[in-house]
């Protein structure tokens, strides 16, 4: 049984290698490609709209325009997505300097963001500035992806591994372990997924806005497909080594492996 098994897992890593050889390089994020008027220009009239050129379709999540005396204006309803994201301006925009906020998600779901700069009229004495990038959300952001990954190959791999031959007791817990550290990993990283989506700081959380950004991004289902896939790796440990517990384990591999295809390279990447 050890021997069949042993040359089971030789055969699927073999053909595992094979399959990536053959992929070719997936696509990277979003890029900007131009934009309209074009950075640091200074047009003698007030455009009416503001054009974001990009290599691939994206979704705007933050569109913000601020004045030549630093005043701020929110524009994200009056912004159409698509390859090329048109931001409709307002129509009094007095002489001066001014930056165009913006942060989109691209088909992966990857959140990217910048400014544009331009001026009407003439350059003012000083430009307006944004406020820094909050670094505690990208660092638990990725802390939390690499715990929420580890688990889903760790924790519902040992499981799968365990529904199949017996696993030492230590080797059991640390699975449930791992699982449950999924579980908890994925309402954290998907809080911060909505904080970096939107560029805001740690102390935004709370903010309704932040989840529905989150779950509007394609990590969004994933996070949804992994927390099936712990419940479902839990069911099977809870059900002890029985057909119904191998059936579930095939499931929850099942489940979380469409998780870690529903979003980043493996979601925009053809086929």
């Not at 005396?69 to 300097?97: F, I, K, N, Y």
Request: charged share 10%; aromatic share 4%; hydrophobic share 55%.
């Amino acid at each position: 049984m050890r021997q069949a098994f042993t040359r089971l897992l030789f055969v699927c890593a073999t053909v595992l290698l094979l399959a990536l050889a053959a992929v070719p390089v997936a696509y990277a994020h979003a890029a900007l490609l131009a934009t309209m008027p074009a950075d640091d220009a200074v047009v003698g009239v007030a455009p009416r709209a503001a054009e974001l050129r990009f290599n691939e379709p994206v979704s705007p999540l933050a569109i913000k325009l601020l004045g030549p005396h630093g005043s701020g204006r929110d524009l994200l309803d009056a912004t159409q997505g698509g390859e090329t994201v048109t931001v409709t301006l307002p129509q009094a925009m007095p002489q001066g300097t001014y930056l165009l906020s913006w942060r989109v998600v691209s088909t992966d779901g990857h959140p990217i963001g910048g400014s544009l700069v331009f001026s009407v009229g003439a350059v003012s004495e000083v430009a307006p500035e944004l406020a820094p990038t909050d670094r505690a959300v990208a660092a638990i952001l990725w802390a939390s992806k690499a715990v929420l990954f580890t688990a889903l190959l760790g924790g519902i791999g040992g499981i799968v591994f365990g529904a199949v031959t017996p696993l030492p007791a230590v080797c059991q817990r640390l699975c449930t372990i791992l699982v449950v550290l999924g579980l908890v990993a994925v309402p954290v990283s998907l809080a911060m997924q909505g904080l970096d989506a939107l560029d805001l700081p740690l102390a935004s959380i709370g903010d309704g806005k932040v989840w529905t950004a989150a779950l509007s991004t394609s990590y969004g289902v994933t996070a949804a497909t992994a927390m099936v896939a712990f419940a479902l790796s839990l069911a099977a440990l809870a059900t002890g080594r029985s057909r119904i517990s191998g059936l579930l384990a095939l499931l929850a591999l099942a489940t979380g492996a469409l998780a870690i295809a529903m979003s980043g390279h493996a979601s925009a990447a053809s086929p």
